[in-house]
């Protein structure tokens, strides 16, 4: 999206937003964080791996559904100009919402002086080229503003590939639809000709540049290949961030690490990764990603293209689910990025589920969420880092911590600072010229101190 020309100067673009219901169900049968957060107890678990299995889409009736859609329009920069609702049993092949609705749509567009038209749902080729013909104005689907969102955001050049390459994917097969936007001519009788042969060529370009894109970033998945086993020589592992998007992981992050990443309530503010290490009570070691953040309904291109991004998450020892505990659909949320993880093969991982934002909760509010298990924290206050951290270092396999005797002359200060460094000492004795530690760390440190280890310890 973009700012419109005006006689005081550049506005935001306004926007009638549609949010489309093709599966009405009483709100009842919606299970989920927020059920919990309410009733202040625990779910059943097998109430729980129903809400889990939900279909896209199904721990969601339409308003909060179009609440989010709204949240992804003012992080494209967009202004609302008016909000419809079409609710029907099933889509509408040619303009998916029916003829009565987008005459009404096309209504409230021109009495708002709207730029664009919004439809929480994606659109075919056909009904993107019907509904263009028929409003006075552009029309996007969610998809594509979700892909405006990302090449906003995106500031890296690695970014800005990968959510190039995701708008070409998208827009390939959509060419002929693309009606007032593209001036394409389509197929039929008296449109053959030039206009067809242009859409040749166009498509035949952007087949170039997709092509061109997958090549650079497979340069970029070689070069990150080789900063992992430079890593990976040195036993450090790491720790991935993940969860929905806007659920407050960039915040987590800073305040694991102290780093200055961009914190925002906007949405997909995060598109690159960021490595960071942190240390555990145990004196370990261990390296900390932030990644993009996950939604409903996230475009397939956009997994696709942001594979490289993603590897850090496939890499990753354990992951660190960040859920929003102030939402009310944060199962809904919950399911969509184990959807995603499923489909990066990173599901079965060690994963520790974060309850984040747990400073919006009142007393009795956080009590039906003490017994699920989770860890809880507040990325804003620093409330729970240290159980978070202890949770980290319980789920770490590799370079597990040992406990070992350790007797070293006091002239080695380097091998004392190390150990001062990267172990936790219990004991401490000293023996003539020597001191005596009882410790414990991580077994690469404490094998690469074997000479100093007491027989038999």
């Known amino acids: 999206m973009a700012e419109v020309e005006g006689g005081d100067g550049p506005h935001p673009e306004r926007a009638v937003l549609v949010g489309v219901d093709l599966a009405v169900r009483p709100r009842s049968a919606r299970a989920g964080l927020a059920s919990a957060r309410l009733a202040a107890v625990r779910l059943p678990a097998e ?4 809400s889990a299995a939900l279909p896209s889409g199904a721990g969601l009736d339409a308003e909060e559904s179009l609440a989010e859609f709204r949240e992804l329009v003012s992080s494209a920069g967009g202004e609302v100009a008016a909000e419809l609702m079409q609710r029907r049993s099933r889509p509408d092949p040619a303009t998916l919402v029916g003829a009565g609705k987008v005459e009404e749509i096309a209504g409230v567009a021109a009495s708002t002086g709207a730029d664009l038209v919004l439809f929480d749902h994606d659109l075919t080729p056909t009904q993107l080229r019907n509904l263009e ?9 969610r998809t594509q503003l979700i892909l405006d969102i990302f090449a906003r955001h995106a500031r890296t050049r690695e970014g800005q590939l990968q959510v190039e390459l995701a708008q070409l994917e998208y827009m390939l097969p959509r060419l002929t639809g693309r009606g007032k936007a593209m001036s394409q001519l389509g197929g039929g009788i008296g449109t053959r000709g030039p206009g067809e042969t242009q859409l040749e060529t166009d498509r035949r370009r952007i087949q170039r540049r997709i092509d061109q894109l997958k090549r650079d970033l497979d340069a970029v998945r070689r070069v990150r290949r080789q900063q992992r086993q430079r890593r990976e020589a040195v036993p450090v592992p790491t720790v991935a961030l993940v969860g929905y998007t806007n659920a407050g992981k960039s915040t987590l992050f800073n305040r694991l690490t102290g780093a200055q990443v961009l914190q925002s309530p906007r949405m997909f503010a995060t598109l690159d990764p960021k490595l960071r290490a942190i240390e555990l ?10 990644t993009v953040g996950f939604i409903r309904n996230l475009p397939h291109t956009l997994v696709t293209s942001f594979r490289a991004t993603l590897e850090e998450v496939e890499q990753a020892e354990v992951l660190l689910h960040v859920r929003d505990a102030a939402s009310t659909y944060g199962e809904e949320q919950k399911a969509q990025v184990e959807k995603v993880l499923a489909e990066l093969d990173a599901l079965k991982k060690p994963r520790i589920e974060v ?4 400073d919006l909760l009142s007393t009795h509010e956080r009590a039906g969420l003490a017994a699920r298990g989770e860890v809880m924290v507040s990325a804003r206050t620093g409330e729970g880092m240290d159980a978070l951290r202890e949770a980290i270092d319980k789920a770490l396999h590799s370079d597990p911590i040992i406990d070992a005797e350790l007797r070293v002359p006091q002239h080695e200060g380097a091998v004392l600072a190390a150990i001062e460094a990267g172990m936790v000492v219990h004991r401490r004795e000293y023996e003539g010229n020597l001191v005596r530690l009882s410790v414990s760390g991580p077994a690469s440190l404490v094998g690469r101190l074997r000479q100093y280890r007491v027989r038999g310890s």
Do not use: F, G, H, I
């Open 47 to 50: 109430e729980a791996e129903t």
């Open 133 to 141: 013909a028929a409003l006075p104005c552009r029309v996007l689907d």
């Open 355 to 358: 309850l984040n934002k747990m």
């Open 281 to 290: 009570p145990s004196r370990r070691q261990v390296l900390l990603s932030d």
